[in-house]
């Protein structure tokens, strides 16, 4: 909505020429080492090599440069680089440094002359053990290879260097969710380990059209970007878009799936999320079912959902695995605490202060009574009662878990109650907090929460100052925001504005799995059917009848109702 | 999308600039709710309107904590009584021994007093419909030989607030169809429909304390409230009829069993008959459940206007003491029949009296004009309908069906 205010819009063809110009640009310019001589490659000058790793690369004391000697004889100096906290050294022993050690020891006529030492080709091929060998020259691909855990290897004279993988840090193991938990189902979440988290996908989707495409980005940092989709199920256009709106990107790190987030999404300053994350391979892959795209990131254990309509902030992991009438009214629930966390503190600000003969006339007295010696108006009232909140939650995040309970209490109970006994806020007041409070956090997904929580003050403020009619208008502004936004040209509002039928299925009511047959049409699916009809074959299902125990003392089925498999076990 | 702002902006503040009327606000705890107000005409002539206002602190907990006793405990009401000429005026003046703004928002009754309703309330009715913070639905009713501010003050023990105490009780009448509950636009509509009079639910004060009559007389002091006695202080308020109103004038009242007997021709539900043979203790018939229909006919004989109200009935047989050993269906007609000719009598005998005092509440001239429109424009020509009312013959035919016969044992 505000966009507009800081940047003329402009012409996708413009934006596109402007891209262009940034994919175009030398690498120099945006190159990782600015030292270092790009472009350079490496061809068999090891003291070169050596030297040049010193001047910039090996400063760093992480950074090990193994120089031995490889071949018969004296052999032709060697080196290995790696980082030694990126590597796994056994692997470093036991694949590379033993069988070169072995091959140098050869004695064999036919051994000797099978190997060029001095081509890389032929040592990958005839010494090596490792299982995933590369043939580089150029020198900045080497050098990024050691950043990412891989071992390079540079013998003196040989045409190129060869990169070894060798990645062995410490990870977080696949563990449970934290923030996405469930009742049934999966509980496997997330790792930070992008190849961890790409298996957990390929684990559940094994459709040889699942595409997974590996993208680094950000100059510094040069973090693993990996954008996954379902060919002929994904609208082309979207992996296209955000491969571009990626490569776009001109930032020297990229830390985590919230800074990719913040570049992809249409809108940069609207208050809503417009990509989905998630922790969760199960919920991942059913939206990669939908047509849509998922994007995962190395060292996070999120993923981005793209294209992302308000909708599916509202979709859990449970809404599947439960009967469709549990899973529509816990939709439905949602729905209602949403929109009590959003006006149940505004309303009471307008009903009290601008139309109290709107409430019923005990309440209005009950009400009245409590207000009695409160010293504030009811705005006033809410808002530091708003504010005791929001500084709780935030203390209670930043706090070493083990005094966060104790300082929930004191903040909880003590404080409010306190607060009531001290009538600076009413008890009435303290209920619709706590209710508000519990009514936001019932959306599946924290990114809208406190998108709504922040909606709430705004609704908040236009309460105190119009009454129903700032509540009113609030709504229509929300709503107008909310119509305008795009989540890679979806509209946030699908399925509900623009309509569309299929869409319902799976919005406010969840239709039975097996009625679910097209997949949501806003997201322009090649493959729309995503499963045919589901006609249950009409048989007789009575069981078949069981007669007492037979000779060896089992019970088995009556003579001639398929008795004879049953002996022959 | 991206040039979409400015027409936000211009939404949002193009609207602030008519918003004027709008900018009302008032803390809840700067406003003291008038839940009932009475009407009374003062010694003087002048408009005497009496607020009852909570007391929102004494209502919170004060209850059971509180000193309840009879003595000087904090009451949980104050009442305020502003005097003028006209009904603003006395609001005004009301206003003014207020610290807080008086609000009518949450006025759930208008009491007014005898006095004033046979002197006539049209001017300060007029005003009352016409003050936006009226809730148009409020019970409306007469206090029967008393001041309306007695009513508010009589403290009946079921509830805290009289005011209370009223709404609540309508709510009940409206459920049980005791009396007809009648509301400030029901005698709006009324009193503007040619063929339909207003009317009002009537109350009466009475004391538990001392059986003495209702006698009425109320406070003369003009002094808002007089120093009566505490044993003869009023605690009872009972709802026993109606008045008749005529030109926004009281001119007669209906006790109970003449509302009762206009309650078959309006349409009853849920009433009980009792039917008494010999004295008293002895044999007795009830019938419950009984719910009327009635259906009015009008037809002119030699020029005189004939009214007939067919009433059909149906309820239950309750209690049959004497017969209980043997029940035979022509136990059942003759029951019946007794049922009928009682319901004829009186439903006669109030329409008599309604024909007495020219008023019609039931609405007759209404439907006749709607349904006999030849005869209503032949009837209305030189005539008040209140006239050709009075002048009416009156026929009622009742007839009461018996359900749940078996179950008598």
Not at chain 1, 471 to 481: K, N, P, Q, Y
Not at chain 1, 523 to 548: F, H, I, K, N, S
Request: proline share 5%; glycine share 10%; hydrophobic share 40%.
């Amino acid at each position: 909505m505000f966009s507009g205010f800081f940047r003329r819009p402009r012409r996708v063809a413009e934006i596109a020429a402007d891209r262009k110009e940034v994919r175009e640009k030398p690498t120099s310019e945006r190159g990782p080492e600015k030292g270092s001589p790009t472009g350079a490659k490496y061809s068999g000058n090891l003291k070169e090599a050596v030297r040049r790793l010193k001047d910039g690369l090996a400063k760093s004391n992480d950074i090990v440069i193994r120089e031995f000697k490889v071949g018969p004889g004296s052999g032709v100096p060697a080196v290995l680089v790696f980082a030694q906290n990126l590597v796994d050294k056994r692997l470093i022993d036991q694949d590379i440094l033993s069988p070169l050690r072995r091959a140098s020891l050869w004695k064999d006529a036919e051994d000797v002359t099978r190997v060029d030492f001095s081509s890389a080709q032929s040592i990958r091929d005839h010494v090596l053990d490792a299982n995933d060998v590369k043939a580089e020259d150029k020198w900045m691909q080497l050098v990024e290879a050691v950043m990412i855990g891989d071992t390079i290897l540079l013998i003196d004279g040989a045409d190129k260097g060869l990169i070894i993988d060798t990645k062995g840090f410490e990870h977080r193991t696949v563990d449970q969710t934290n923030t996405e938990s469930s009742t049934r189902g999966s509980q496997e979440g997330f790792a930070e380990t992008l190849m961890v988290n790409l298996g957990l996908l390929r684990r559940r989707l094994r459709d040889e059209n699942f595409r997974i495409k590996l993208m680094k980005i950000g100059r510094r940092s040069r973090t693993d970007v990996a954008l996954c989709y379902i060919e002929g199920v994904c609208n082309p256009r979207v992996p296209q878009v955000v491969e571009d709106r990626i490569k776009a990107i001109e930032s020297d790190e990229i830390l985590d799936d919230a800074a990719i987030g913040a570049y992809l999404r249409d809108d940069p300053f609207t208050l809503f999320p417009l990509d989905r994350p998630t922790e969760r391979p199960d919920f991942a892959v059913r939206e990669l079912m939908q047509g849509k795209m998922v994007i995962l990131t190395g060292n996070a254990p999120t993923a981005l959902v793209v294209p992302s309509t308000i909708n599916d902030f509202y979709r859990t992991t449970d809404d599947y695995v439960h009967t469709f009438w549990e899973a529509t009214v816990i939709r439905w629930v949602r729905l209602v605490a949403g929109v009590i966390s959003v006006v149940l503190l505004p309303l009471y600000v307008a009903l009290t202060a601008f139309h109290p003969e709107l409430i019923p006339t005990d309440l209005a007295l009950a009400v009245s009574g409590s207000r009695e010696g409160v010293p504030f108006p009811e705005i006033i009232e809410v808002g530091i009662m708003e504010g005791i909140a929001e500084i709780l939650r935030e203390s209670i995040l930043r706090l070493p878990k083990i005094m966060s309970v104790s300082i929930g209490v004191v903040g909880g109970l003590v404080l409010g109650q306190a607060a009531v006994q001290a009538k600076i806020v009413t008890d009435l007041m303290l209920i619709m907090l706590a209710v508000t409070v519990l009514s936001n956090l019932t959306a599946p997904s924290i990114e809208i929460a406190s998108a709504w929580r922040l909606v709430r003050w705004m609704f908040l403020l236009a309460a105190g100052f119009l009454g129903l009619y700032g509540i009113v208008l609030m709504a229509l502004v929300l709503l107008a925001h909310l119509s305008t936004l795009t989540s890679f040209g979806v509209p946030y509002l699908a399925p509900y504005s623009p309509f569309r039928w299929e869409g319902q299925m799976d919005g406010l009511v969840r239709a039975p799995l097996p009625a679910l047959t097209r997949r949501p049409s806003i997201y322009r699916p090649p493959d729309q059917r995503r499963r045919e009809g589901y006609e249950q074959p009409d048989e007789d299902v009575e069981l078949a009848p069981v007669t007492g125990p037979g000779e060896d003392g089992r019970l088995g089925p009556a003579p001639g109702q398929d008795g004879g498999e049953e002996d022959g076990r | 999308m991206k040039r979409s702002w400015y027409r936000v902006l211009l939404a949002v503040l193009l609207p602030l600039t008519v918003l004027t009327g709008c900018w009302d606000y008032r803390r809840l705890d700067a406003r003291a709710f008038a839940l009932a107000i009475a009407l009374d005409s003062g010694d003087d002539g002048q408009l005497e309107v009496t607020g009852q206002f909570p007391r929102p602190g004494a209502l919170k907990g004060g209850g059971g904590g509180g000193g309840g006793g009879s003595s000087q405990g904090e009451e949980a009401f104050f009442m305020v009584t502003g005097r003028g000429g006209t009904f603003t005026e006395a609001l005004t003046d009301m206003q003014n021994m207020l610290s807080r703004q008086a609000s009518f928002g949450h006025l759930r009754s208008v009491v007014v007093g005898e006095k004033l309703a046979r002197q006539g309330i049209r001017p300060m009715f007029f005003e009352l419909m016409r003050f936006p913070e009226v809730d148009k639905t409020a019970d409306f009713m007469v206090a029967l030989s008393a001041k309306g501010a007695d009513v508010l003050r009589a403290k009946p023990p079921q509830e805290k607030l009289p005011a209370i105490y009223l709404s609540r009780a309508f709510l009940t009448i409206r459920a049980r169809n005791f009396t007809v509950p009648s509301r400030i636009v029901d005698f709006y509509v009324n009193s503007s429909n040619p063929g339909l009079s207003p009317f009002m639910t009537s109350l009466s004060l009475s004391s538990s304390k001392v059986p003495k009559p209702p006698e009425g007389a109320g406070p003369q002091g003009g002094g808002g409230g007089g120093g009566k006695g505490k044993d003869t202080e009023p605690d009872q308020i009972s709802f026993k009829g109606m008045a008749l109103f005529s030109d926004y004038k009281m001119v007669e009242k209906l006790e109970a069993e003449e509302a009762q007997g206009l309650l078959w021709v309006k349409g009853a539900r849920n009433q009980t008959l009792t039917l008494t043979r010999g004295g008293p203790g002895g044999d007795y018939d009830a019938i419950r459940n009984l719910w009327t229909k009635s259906t009015m006919f009008a037809r002119l004989e030699n020029g005189g206007l004939v009214l007939s109200y067919e009433v059909n009935g149906e309820g239950d047989v309750e209690q049959s003491r004497q017969r209980a050993i043997r029940v035979t269906d022509k136990d059942f007609r003759e029951l019946e029949k007794q049922a009928s000719a009682r319901i004829t009598a009186d439903a006669t005998k109030s329409l008599k009296k309604l024909q007495a005092s020219r008023t019609d509440i039931l609405g007759t001239g209404a439907e006749i004009r709607a349904r006999y429109r030849g005869l209503w424009v032949e009837l209305t020509r030189d005539r008040a309908w209140e006239d050709v009312f009075s002048g009416a013959r009156i026929e009622v035919k009742a007839s009461v069906k018996l359900r749940r016969k078996g179950i008598i044992s």
